[in-house]
């Protein structure tokens, strides 16, 4: 048993074993998860409610902003690439850094709190009580690959005091985007906000 323990000892085995043993007392030698995108992608608001600002009422006169439903492949932190008419895939190298549905009723909310001045209110309890609620569903927030352009599309709906819906689509498409993560982060913020805005103006009309 001492003669085999000994040859052991002196072997690569032994060598090899401690190398393994440093390595795992080092985090940059071994990989416990998913590998780290290049780059996270978030939603910025170009309107926003300045420092300071307040905004009061009763909870029932507030504007309520849902989640936008969305199909499975915007349902994720990948970003979507739309290859043809039937065939998507995933931006390399990026994710987003919250579900795109998420951060769309974000900065959609933000940007009515900036041009509207009122109570505006995120999902939650809310639904019931706001005398406008906002919502919809999201149809598009990626990259089109055969028109290289970054496509937002949202289908939103509102429900205005008496209980009327009323619906209407806005898009906006950002052209001439190279297929790569510091391309189209930017190109989808642009266009995000781009929607978020035109939304605005339309609650505003009301």
Do not use: H
């Amino acid at each position: 048993m001492g003669n085999a323990m000994s040859g052991w000892l002196k072997s690569g085995a032994w060598r090899g074993a401690m190398i393994a043993a440093a390595c795992l007392a080092l985090p940059g030698c071994i990989s416990l998860g998913a590998k780290v995108p290049e780059q996270l992608i978030k939603l910025t608001p170009d309107v926003s409610a300045p420092a300071g600002a307040t905004a009061s009422g009763q909870l029932s006169d507030a504007i309520v902003v849902l989640d936008p439903e969305a199909d499975r492949s915007l349902d994720v932190l990948r970003v979507p690439v739309q290859i043809n008419e039937s065939s998507v895939a995933y931006l390399k190298d990026a994710s987003w850094i919250e579900k795109p549905t998420r951060q769309f009723r974000n900065l959609l909310a933000e940007t009515l709190r900036g041009q509207t001045g009122k109570l505006v209110v995120e999902g939650g309890d809310f639904e019931v009580t706001g005398k406008t609620l906002i919502g919809g569903r999201l149809l598009n927030m990626g990259y089109d690959a055969p028109s290289s352009s970054v496509v937002v599309r949202f289908d939103a709906m509102r429900r205005v005091p008496g209980g009327e819906i009323v619906t209407r689509r806005f898009e906006s498409v950002v052209n001439n985007v190279e297929p790569k993560a510091d391309w189209v982060g930017p190109a989808l913020n642009q266009a995000a906000n781009d929607v978020a805005r035109q939304v605005a103006q339309w609650v505003k009309e009301d």
